[in-house]
């Protein structure tokens, strides 16, 4: 019984052997990592308000109001997350800013604690 086991031992470190072997023949080039930043602009730094709009027990849109006139034409994107079922959706920011409403793709279950998340991309 001990002789297959050898054999299977001596046939796998030969095989790790060889490998290894393949390994060290690679050529390696030298090279240079890079690192750049973009400067991102927004269109605000004031605080929105985020209002959750019901149906029965579940959110099914949310308004974000507040928003600066720099802010007309982006996309808002809003994803909300109740622990349990996450939904999202998204609409364009009026041209001279004010409220925007978006309605998620699935309603969420109203909870005690449901956390959103506001993107606005452009203009």
């Not at 927004?42 to 209002?51: D, F, Q, Y």
């Not at 709009?53 to 600066?68: C, E, F, G, I, R």
């Amino acid at each position: 019984m001990a002789r297959p086991r050898r054999i299977l031992l001596v046939s796998i470190l030969t095989l790790v052997g060889a490998v290894g072997a393949f390994a060290a023949s690679l050529a390696v080039s030298g090279g240079t990592l890079a690192m750049a930043s973009v400067s991102t602009p927004r269109c605000t730094t004031a605080g929105l308000s985020v209002v959750e709009n019901l149906s029965a027990s579940t959110v099914t849109s949310v308004t974000v109001s507040n928003l600066p006139a720099g802010c007309g034409n982006a996309t808002l994107q809003v994803t909300l997350n109740n622990q349990l079922t996450s939904s999202s959706g998204s609409t364009t920011v009026p041209a001279g800013g004010g409220s925007a409403t978006v309605t998620l793709g699935v309603a969420v279950a109203l909870s005690a604690s449901a956390e959103a998340d506001l993107v606005l991309t452009g203009p």
